[in-house]
C-alpha cells in the first residue's frame, strides 16, 4: 500500500497534537492542507506568509521530529504559501519555501502610489499657517502593555503586537488587523503597540488617528484643494495606527485615498496598525482591493476575556488604584460580569465609588447591589446558543435537528433564520457563527442572511416568523 501526502500528515499531527496545547494546535495546525508527497519530501500548504513564519519560529523542531518519524532522516518539509485575494482575483497567490529558508516573497501586484512631490508637507493636526515639523503621535500612554493583561482571549493579538513593536513594518503582521467587539481592548492594545515604538525607536514618526477623524481631514483638504498634501503627509508617517477603520465603509473617496496610502507605507517598510470591530471578511462595503490588503498580515480577534483573565484585570486595576479588595468581592464581579473588559472595570470603579461616598465597608452584600444594578443597565448580548435554542423552541425542533445537515425545507429555513439572527444580534464574525450552527463555512452564513433577507419582502408567512423570533429575542 503507497503512503499518501495525507496519511503521512495525519500521523505527524497525531504526535503534535499530543506534544502542544490543545488552543496553540487549533490556531497553527488545524488551517494546514497535506498537498504532495514527492519522495522523501512533503508539501503543506498555509494560509499566509505569517503563518509560514510563525511556524518556522515556534514550531520546527516539533515539525522535524515528527516528519523524521515518518519519512527518515532525509525528510524535507516545503510549504506552499497560498494567500487569500479576496473576492476578485481567481488565481490565489502561491510562493513554494522549503522549511527553515528565508528567502524573500513575491509580493502582490500594488498600485503605484502618488509621484508627485511638494516642496511643503502639510500636518493636518497643526493650525494652518503655523509651521509645525513636529508630528505629535496621538498616543495616550496610560495604554501601554503593561496594564494589558495577557489570557487566552487575546494572545494571539498581543503577541503579535509586541513583536511589531520590536520590529515595526520587519514582520509578516504587516497589516496588524486586530478586531473584536466593544470594550475588548482594541484601542488600548493600538496604543499599546505605538507607545512601545515610540519607547524603542524615538526617532520613528508614530501616529495614531480614528478612521473618522481621517475622514474629516480628507473632506477638509478636498475642499481646500490640497488633497496631494494630505496624502504627502500620510506618506511621511512610519508607523500609522487608524482606529476602527470600519467607519471607512460607504465612504469611496476616504477609501481610495487611503488604498495609496497603505500602498505607500507598506511598499517602503511601513507600518500599518488597524482596529475594526468585525473581521476583514465580515465587513460591508469597503473596496475588494482594500480588504485584499487588509489581509496581507494578519488579523487577530479580540475575544470577551474569560474567567480567570477577568479577575487578573480586576486586581491589575484595584492594585494601580492603591485599593485593597477581599478576594471573593472580586471574584463574583468577575463571575457576574463577563461582557466586556469595560463594563468589567466600571463596575469595580462604582463599587470604589459607592464605597468611599457612602463611607461603607465593602462587602459581598454592597457588590451584589452594584453588580445587579449595572447589569440591569446594560444591553444585555444575546448569544449564539440562546438564538439557537429559540427558534429551535419557536419551531418546535430539538437543536440537533436545527444543525443537522438534512435539506429538509422548513429545517432549512430554521437554520438559516439562527444564523441570521447570529449576525443580527451578537458580534459574532460570521465564521464563528458558521462553526457553532451546525459547523458550516461563512459562505453558508452570507447566503442564508441573503436568502432570509428575500423571503422577509416576498414571503408573507417567513416575515412572520422573522418578526416573532425578533421579538422574542428582543425582550
Not at 16 to 33: H, L, R, S, V
Not at 349 to 366: C, G, H, P, R, Y
Request: some cysteine; aromatic content about 10%; overall charge positive.
Amino acid at each position: 500500500m503507497s503512503i499518501t501526502a495525507q496519511t503521512v500528515w495525519n500521523n505527524c499531527l497525531e504526535f503534535i497534537k499530543d506534544n502542544i496545547q490543545p488552543q496553540a494546535y487549533k490556531t497553527w495546525f488545524e488551517p494546514i492542507k497535506a498537498v504532495k508527497l514527492t519522495d522523501n519530501s512533503l508539501s503543506i500548504q498555509v494560509p499566509s506568509k505569517f503563518f509560514y513564519e510563525w511556524l518556522e519560529e515556534h514550531y520546527v523542531k516539533i515539525l522535524k521530529v515528527a516528519l523524521t518519524k515518518e519519512l527518515g532522516e532525509t525528510a524535507k518539509l516545503v510549504y506552499i504559501i497560498k494567500m487569500e485575494n479576496t473576492y476578485g482575483n481567481k488565481q490565489p497567490f502561491t510562493e513554494k519555501i522549503p522549511s527553515s529558508n528565508r528567502g524573500a516573497l513575491k509580493s502582490q501586484d500594488v498600485d503605484v502610489p502618488f509621484n508627485n512631490k511638494s516642496p511643503e508637507l502639510r500636518n493636518p493636526f497643526v493650525i494652518p499657517g503655523i509651521r509645525n515639523v513636529k508630528i505629535e503621535s496621538q498616543l495616550n500612554p496610560n495604554y501601554n502593555f503593561e496594564n494589558f493583561l495577557e489570557g487566552d482571549s487575546n494572545r494571539l493579538a498581543r503577541s503579535a503586537g509586541l513583536a511589531v513593536a520590536n520590529k515595526p513594518g520587519g514582520t509578516s503582521f504587516n497589516p496588524l488587523l486586530i478586531f473584536g467587539g466593544v470594550g475588548l481592548g482594541k484601542t488600548h492594545l493600538a496604543h499599546a503597540i505605538g507607545v512601545d515604538i515610540k519607547d524603542k525607536y524615538p526617532e520613528k514618526t508614530v501616529l495614531y488617528i480614528s478612521a473618522e477623524k481621517f475622514t474629516q481631514q480628507y473632506i477638509d483638504a478636498v475642499k481646500k484643494n490640497n488633497r496631494n498634501d494630505f496624502i504627502h503627509f500620510y506618506q511621511i508617517i512610519d508607523v500609522l495606527i487608524i482606529d476602527d477603520v470600519q467607519f471607512l465603509s460607504g465612504k469611496t473617496g476616504t477609501q481610495d485615498v487611503f488604498f495609496h496610502i497603505f500602498n505607500h507605507l507598506h511598499q517602503n517598510g511601513k507600518q500599518v496598525i488597524l482596529t475594526s470591530d468585525k473581521a476583514p471578511v465580515d465587513m460591508q462595503d469597503i473596496e475588494q482591493r482594500l480588504l485584499s490588503r487588509f489581509k496581507w498580515g494578519l488579523s487577530a480577534e479580540l475575544q470577551n476575556p474569560d474567567f480567570e483573565t477577568r479577575v487578573s484585570i480586576l486586581k491589575n486595576k484595584l492594585y494601580r488604584d492603591g485599593v485593597e479588595m477581599p478576594e471573593e468581592i472580586v471574584e463574583y464581579v468577575a463571575k457576574n460580569i463577563k461582557s466586556n473588559v469595560r463594563e468589567l472595570e466600571g463596575a469595580i470603579i462604582s463599587l470604589i465609588a459607592q464605597s468611599s461616598f457612602n463611607k461603607k465597608e465593602i462587602t459581598l452584600d454592597l457588590a451584589r447591589i452594584i453588580v445587579e444594578k449595572f447589569v440591569k443597565n446594560t444591553k444585555r448580548e444575546v448569544s449564539i446558543d440562546y438564538i439557537q435554542k429559540v427558534v429551535s423552541d419557536y419551531f418546535q425542533m430539538d437543536i440537533d435537528t436545527l444543525q443537522s445537515k438534512t435539506r429538509k425545507r422548513h429545517i432549512v429555513q430554521a437554520r438559516q433564520l439562527a444564523m441570521f439572527f447570529a449576525k443580527k444580534f451578537t458580534k459574532a464574525s460570521l465564521a464563528s457563527i458558521g462553526s457553532q450552527i451546525g459547523k458550516r463555512d461563512h459562505a453558508t452564513v452570507l447566503h442564508a442572511c441573503k436568502t432570509v433577507d428575500n423571503l422577509s419582502s416576498t414571503d408573507k408567512q417567513f416575515r412572520k416568523y422573522v418578526e416573532d423570533i425578533s421579538k422574542k429575542l428582543s425582550v
